[in-house]
């Protein structure tokens, strides 16, 4: 499926620990949403990157890696896929891992910037685990991380103790809400469901930072 004019150029970023029993036959049809969606007849043959100099889609199976760095062209249809890879890689994940999604305007360049133009770039993160324990986790760290690094411009990490037990305590409530709703598979939808997602306001995000 070719997109010589599609309006995006979309990355997909993470490294995400398999269980050691997952063969490459399982992450194969796990990462279908991707490789099919590039128009490839198997992970092997769309594994590679449209950038030469990202090392695509890899799978270490000594220590049991998933890594992406992975570029394709394309368009908003590709959440459809995103949803797709996520509900795979819940079930052959061992923790929760975050997946970053970049979406980059392939018409925008720095001169319509420079011109009052406004970029369609659009940035996902996204949550995969073998539960919604696991999942939490690595949202609460990646929020008490970021929480962090914003404050310490301010106060001393040793002040933000009290800070990081707040965080703790929010996402406690909101795995005790998930357990009694038993809404058990996925974490909580609304605002706060998606770290970093949605539009940032903060000027175009660098292209392939990594």
């Given at each position: 499926m070719s997109r010589y004019n599609a309006p995006f150029e979309i990355h997909v970023h993470g490294q995400v620990a398999l269980r050691a029993d997952v063969r490459f036959e399982q992450l194969q049809e796990a990462l279908k949403p991707l490789w099919k969606y590039a128009g490839a007849r198997s992970l092997s043959?769309?594994?590679?990157?449209?950038?030469?100099?990202?090392?695509?889609?890899?799978?270490?199976?000594?220590?049991?890696?998933?890594?992406?760095?992975?570029?394709?062209?394309?368009?908003?249809?590709?959440?459809?896929?995103?949803?797709?890879?996520?509900?795979?890689?819940?079930?052959?994940?061992?923790?929760?891992?975050?997946?970053?999604?970049?979406?980059?305007?392939?018409?925008?360049?720095?001169?319509?910037?420079?011109?009052?133009?406004?970029?369609?770039?659009?940035?996902?993160?996204?949550?995969?685990?073998?539960?919604?324990?696991?999942?939490?986790?690595?949202?609460?760290?990646?929020?008490?991380?970021?929480?962090?690094?914003?404050?310490?411009?301010?106060?001393?990490?040793?002040?933000?103790?009290?800070?990081?037990?707040?965080?703790?305590k929010l996402f406690s409530q909101r795995f005790d809400a998930l357990v009694n709703s038993l809404a058990l598979g996925k974490p909580p939808s609304g605002p706060g469901g998606n770290h970093g997602g949605g539009h940032g306001g903060g000027g175009r995000k660098p292209r392939h930072l990594h």
């Amino acid at each position: 499926m070719s997109r010589y004019n599609a309006p995006f150029e979309i990355h997909v970023h993470g490294q995400v620990a398999l269980r050691a029993d997952v063969r490459f036959e399982q992450l194969q049809e796990a990462l279908k949403p991707l490789w099919k969606y590039a128009g490839a007849r198997s992970l092997s043959d769309g594994a590679n990157s449209s950038y030469e100099d990202e090392p695509g889609i890899k799978f270490d199976a000594t220590e049991h890696l998933l890594q992406m760095c992975w570029t394709v062209a394309g368009d908003h249809d590709f959440r459809q896929a995103l949803d797709e890879l996520c509900m795979n890689l819940n079930d052959i994940a061992d923790s929760g891992a975050a997946v970053e999604v970049t979406f980059y305007d392939a018409e925008f360049d720095d001169e319509d910037g420079a011109q009052g133009g406004e970029s369609r770039d659009d940035f996902l993160m996204l949550f995969v685990g073998p539960n919604p324990a696991a999942i939490m986790q690595v949202q609460r760290d990646l929020l008490v991380q970021d929480v962090i690094n914003l404050m310490e411009r301010h106060f001393d990490g040793a002040e933000l103790s009290g800070v990081v037990a707040e965080v703790d305590k929010l996402f406690s409530q909101r795995f005790d809400a998930l357990v009694n709703s038993l809404a058990l598979g996925k974490p909580p939808s609304g605002p706060g469901g998606n770290h970093g997602g949605g539009h940032g306001g903060g000027g175009r995000k660098p292209r392939h930072l990594h």
